[in-house]
């Protein structure tokens, strides 16, 4: 049996697509030879770039609305081999015990709620052809939390545990359900986060650095292909030595 990296000729939905991993996975895909249906709150950035076969404007916290992008995005591309959930935000970088309940909901909505809907839209498509691709952006903060961001650490959290039952669900078909779990990435969150918060958590990576977008679409890229066909239900490091586990 011979299994290929290829992913020419499949078409998939990227959330968060505007920029930082989701452009980077969008624009890697697209290189590759795959058509990307682009997602985000604002496609305004997204529909000069060729990078795109389509964009879509998409909150992934409404229910409706992901049930709408799907179905333009399928109609657009004529086909769907899956989808990257990857929309998310970091919410303020202080103590649990300062976060009100509406901070909260914020990050929970986007980080985990968001990710349930994007998935959930695209169920019924994957489950009649009985294959597809769904990978999950997490975070390492979801296996070993971050201090100051307690929020963002248990949505991602949730989107392991997601990703875990939703792969035991959909067996034996060829739906496969992964979580990528990177370390903290060079992408323009870090714009909002104070040096000593950024400094904190690049010590904790043995190798000395942030992981770049680009290290994480290449991953997605393995993921999506025939040769990972195999594998579900996993979360796939990219924490520069931080996860042992």
Not at 38 to 51: L, P
Not at 85 to 104: Q, R, V
Request: hydrophobic fraction near 45%.
């Amino acid at each position: 049996m011979q299994l290929s990296r290829n992913i020419s000729g499949q078409n998939f939905v990227v959330t968060g697509a505007a920029r930082g991993i989701g452009l980077a996975i969008s624009t890697l895909f697209s290189n590759l030879g795959a058509r990307v249906s682009g997602w985000d709150i604002d496609a305004g950035e997204m529909r000069d770039n060729s990078v795109f076969a389509d964009t879509q404007v998409v909150d992934v916290t409404d229910e409706k609305a992901t049930i709408a992008g799907f179905a333009s995005s399928l109609q657009r591309l004529g086909d769907i081999d899956g989808i990257i959930a990857n929309a998310g935000i970091n919410g303020p970088t202080k103590p649990m015990w300062e976060y009100s309940l509406a901070e909260w909901h914020a990050v929970m909505d986007v980080d985990l709620t968001g990710v349930f809907l994007s998935i959930k839209a695209s169920l019924e498509h994957f489950r009649i052809r009985k294959r597809g691709r769904i990978i999950v952006i997490s975070s390492i903060a979801g296996k070993e939390g971050n201090p100051g961001a307690v929020p963002y650490g248990a949505a991602k959290a949730g989107v392991i545990g997601l990703a875990k039952g939703l792969s035991r669900e959909l067996l034996p078909s060829e739906i496969t359900v992964n979580c990528i779990a990177p370390s903290m990435a060079v992408t323009e969150l870090l714009d909002g986060m104070s040096d000593l918060y950024i400094a904190d958590k690049k010590s904790r990576i043995p190798k000395g650095r942030f992981c770049t977008p680009e290290e994480i679409a290449h991953m997605a890229a393995f993921i999506a292909s025939p040769a990972c066909s195999f594998t579900t239900g996993q979360v796939f490091d990219l924490s520069g030595g931080r996860a042992t586990w």
